[in-house]
C-alpha cells in the first residue's frame, strides 16, 4: 500500500514532490561539494604529514561526528539568526543556510574517513611517490587516484549523511513550502500531521535518490578501475 | 577516469544550477515576507488557501515557519520574521510590552477542546467547566498528554491547571514536546486526554477514535492575533511587506476567506474582524 503509494508519487510526477526531492538532492549535492574539498585536504594532510596536535585535530573530528544535527542547527542558527553576528546576511530560512549546516555535518565524516583509509590501506605510497620525485598537486592526484574506492566511499558516506538528516534542514530552512522543504522536513511534517503513508512515501523516494546516487558513482568508478 | 570526470561535471552543473535557481529566488523584488506561525494554521490547511490570494493581489511570496507560538515568538524576537501569528494573548502582550512586536490585530478565533478516548475512563463528558475536567482526569491519574513545547495550547492547558489548582505530575501526565497533529496521534495510540485547538481535531477527525468531551467553556475560547515585528529592532525586517498582509488578512477578502475555510464539510475559523 505504502509502496503503491511511493510509486504513484513518483510517476505521477507530482510538481511539488519532484520539487522537493529536487531540493533536497541539489542541496546535498552542493554541500557535499563544499566540504569536500577541504575535507579531502585535510584527511590527506593528517595521513601523510606528522605535526604536533595532529592527534588532537583526529580525535576532534571522530567526535565532531557524533555531534546532533540539532546541535549543528542551533549554533549555525544563533551565528545566521538577524541578532547574531552575521544576521545581516540574512542567511537564515535560505537554501544557504542548509547548505551551511549540511557542509559542516559531512566536514569531519570525509575528513576523518579520507584519514583513516589513507593511512590504512596505503601507508608507503606517500614514501613512494617521493622517491620518484613526485611533489605537490601531482602527488596530491596520484594519492586519490589509487585509492580512489577508499575516497568515493569517504564522500558518499558525508553525502548519506546529509540527505537523510533532518536537523539542520529544519531549523535553518524552516519547511517552507516552495523553497527549502525537503524530503526529510516534509516527513516531519507529514508525520506530525498524521499522514503516515504519505510519509512513507517520501521516505521510500529519499531511499530511491540515495540508492540512485550510490549506484551510478560506484559504476563509474568500477567500470573506470 | 573520463566517467569520473563527466559525473563530477554532472555533480557541479546539478548545483551550480540549483544555487543559481536559489540566489534568483532570493533577489526577486520585493523581498521575501517572513510569517512565523503556528502549527495550528498550517497544518489545517488555512495558510495554503489564504497566502495565495494574498500573493495574487500583491506579488509578495510569504515563507511560512511552522512552529508553536513560543518559538514563533522567539523568532520574532530574533527579527528572524517579520510578523507572526500566534495563539496565546498572555505572550503576546508580553512581545509588544517588551517592544518587540508592534501593530497587533485580532484575526479570528475558534476554541480549544479536550479530547479522549470514546470510553471516558475519568468520566468527563458533558462537564461544562475545563478546569473541573482537569481535576478529574489527574484525580483518576488518566493518561493525559501534554504539548510541553510552549505553544499557545500548552500555555493555556497550563493556565487551566493552575485553575484548578493542580500541579500535574506522575506517569499519567505525559509532556510530549511535540506539534498538535502529533500529540493527538499519540493520545489516540495510548487511549489518553488531551487539550486541541478545534481546527487541528477538525481536520484530523477522519485519523483518530479520540472524541470531545468537554467544549463551550469561556476558558477555552481560543483568539488568533497577529502581530508585526519592530522594524526599529533590525535593520531589514521587512515592515512594508508585514503591514500589508495584516492589511489583507483583516481585509474584507481576507476575512471571507478564513469564514469560508471548511475541512472535512466543518468551519475551523472564526474571522474576528469583519463577521
Known amino acids: 500500500m505504502v509502496l503503491l503509494k511511493a510509486l504513484t508519487l513518483i510517476f505521477s510526477a507530482d510538481r511539488e514532490v519532484i520539487f522537493i526531492a529536487m531540493t533536497s538532492l541539489s542541496l546535498a549535492v552542493a554541500s557535499t561539494i563544499v566540504s569536500m574539498i577541504p575535507a579531502l585536504l ?154 503516515f503513508e504519505l510519509a512513507l512515501a517520501m521516505g521510500l523516494i529519499l531511499i530511491f535518490i540515495s540508492l540512485s546516487v550510490n549506484t551510478l558513482l560506484h559504476l563509474g568508478v568500477k567500470s573506470h578501475g | 577516469m573520463k566517467k569520473i570526470k563527466f559525473l563530477l561535471f554532472i555533480f557541479i552543473i546539478t548545483a551550480v544550477y540549483t544555487l543559481n535557481c536559489f540566489a534568483e529566488g532570493q533577489l526577486e523584488k520585493p523581498a521575501r515576507l517572513r510569517l512565523a506561525t503556528t502549527t495550528s494554521t498550517e497544518n489545517t490547511g488555512l495558510l495554503d488557501t489564504l497566502l495565495p490570494a494574498f500573493t495574487k493581489n500583491t506579488g509578495i511570496k510569504v515563507d511560512v515557519i511552522a512552529v508553536g507560538t513560543g518559538k514563533a515568538i522567539t523568532l520574532g524576537e530574533n527579527g528572524d520574521v517579520d510578523l507572526i501569528m500566534v495563539h496565546a494573548r498572555s505572550k503576546e502582550d508580553k512581545f509588544i510590552s517588551d517592544g518587540y512586536g508592534v501593530n497587533r490585530r485580532d484575526l479570528m478565533h475558534n476554541d480549544f477542546i479536550i479530547l479522549g478516548p470514546p470510553d471516558d475512563p475519568a468520566g468527563i463528558s458533558g462537564y461544562n467547566s475545563a478546569s473541573e475536567a482537569m481535576e478529574m482526569i489527574s484525580g483518576n491519574k488518566s493518561n493525559f498528554i501534554s504539548r510541553g513545547d510552549d505553544s499557545g495550547t500548552h500555555t493555556r492547558e497550563k493556565e487551566l491547571w493552575t485553575t484548578a489548582g493542580i500541579t500535574p505530575s506522575g506517569t499519567w501526565y505525559k509532556e510530549a514536546g511535540q506539534g498538535m497533529g502529533a500529540v493527538i496521534t499519540m493520545a489516540d495510540d495510548l487511549e489518553a486526554y488531551t487539550l486541541s485547538d478545534r481546527g487541528t481535531f477538525l481536520s484530523m477527525k477522519d485519523k483518530t477514535d479520540l472524541i470531545v468531551l468537554v467544549e463551550g467553556d469561556n476558558n477555552l475560547f481560543n483568539p488568533y492575533g497577529v502581530i508585526a515585528v519592530n522594524p526599529a529592532l533590525y535593520e531589514g525586517v521587512n515592515y512594508e511587506g508585514a503591514m500589508r498582509l495584516i492589511a489583507f488578512l483583516t481585509s474584507a477578502e481576507g476575512q471571507s476567506i478564513i469564514g469560508n475555510f471548511r475541512k472535512n464539510g466543518e468551519q475551523l475559523f472564526y474571522p474576528d474582524v469583519i463577521k
Do not use: C, H
Open chain 1, 42 to 195: 585535510l584527511g590527506t594532510l593528517l595521513s601523510i604529514k606528522k605535526f604536533r596536535g595532529k592527534s588532537i585535530i583526529i580525535v576532534f573530528l571522530n567526535s565532531l561526528m557524533a555531534l546532533p544535527t540539532v546541535v549543528i542547527g542551533l549554533m549555525i542558527y544563533s551565528i545566521i539568526s538577524r541578532s547574531g553576528p552575521l544576521g545581516g546576511l540574512r542567511l537564515l530560512f535560505t537554501p544557504w543556510g542548509i547548505i551551511i549546516g549540511q557542509s559542516i555535518l559531512s566536514f569531519p565524516i570525509i575528513a576523518s574517513l579520507i584519514y583513516s583509509a589513507l593511512s590504512d590501506i596505503r601507508p608507503e605510497l606517500p614514501e613512494t611517490l617521493n622517491s620518484f620525485g613526485v611533489t605537490g598537486i601531482r602527488k596530491l592526484y596520484m594519492i586519490f587516484r589509487e585509492s580512489r574506492t577508499a575516497v568515493l566511499s569517504a564522500i558518499l558516506s558525508g553525502f548519506g549523511r546529509i540527505i537523510g538528516e533532518v536537523g539542520v534542514s529544519m531549523m535553518l530552512g524552516g519547511n517552507i513550502r516552495w523553497y527549502t522543504r525537503t524530503i526529510t522536513t516534509t516527513i516531519a511534517l507529514e508525520t506530525s500531521r498524521g499522514e
